[in-house]
């Protein structure tokens, strides 16, 4: 059985697969972690943001990250999908999904894993305003 799920792709990600790849009889707790493109950084309006990996790597830090996460949390299964390429305002270029038997565990396991992936996968985001644009790190 797998337990994880990795996915980049320039496709737009769909909520409903992550949920059900994750469900299970056994787990009284799913925990969705969305990321959405806004509308603004830094008092500056947003126009769209474009999204960038260097994909081979990238899985492979994703997997390390759903492996770390079964590994520190009594979780059952994770998944981790990120999309490439150009978003604007509301869509979404992230989304992290964790069961388990009891809530806390998917939070935790969760919050693990955002936080991870913006500090270690190499996914980069280029930022578009009415007067420029600009590459960010992937640190807010």
């Known amino acids: 059985m797998e337990r994880t799920s990795i996915k980049i ?3 737009t990600l769909n909520l409903q697969d992550c949920t059900n790849f994750v469900d299970d009889a056994s787990c009284g707790g799913v925990v969705l972690f969305v990321g959405t493109v806004r509308n603004s950084t ?5 126009n ?5 990996a260097y994909e081979p790597m990238a899985v492979k830090e994703l997997q390390k990250i759903a492996d770390k996460a079964l590994t520190l949390f009594p979780i059952y ?4 999908h990120h999309a490439v390429g150009k978003l604007k305002i509301g869509e979404v270029p992230v989304i992290i999904a964790v069961s388990s038997a009891h809530r806390k565990a998917a939070f935790e396991a969760c ?8 500090e270690t996968v190499p996914i980069w985001k280029k930022e578009y305003f009415d007067d ?3 590459w960010v790190n992937s640190h807010p």
Do not use: P, R, Y
């Open 9 to 11: 792709t320039s496709d």
């Open 42 to 46: 830094k008092n500056k309006t947003v």
């Open 48 to 52: 769209l943001l474009e999204f960038s």
């Open 77 to 80: 299964k994770i998944a981790i």
């Open 111 to 118: 919050e693990f894993a955002i936080d991870t992936l913006k």
């Open 132 to 134: 420029g644009e600009i």
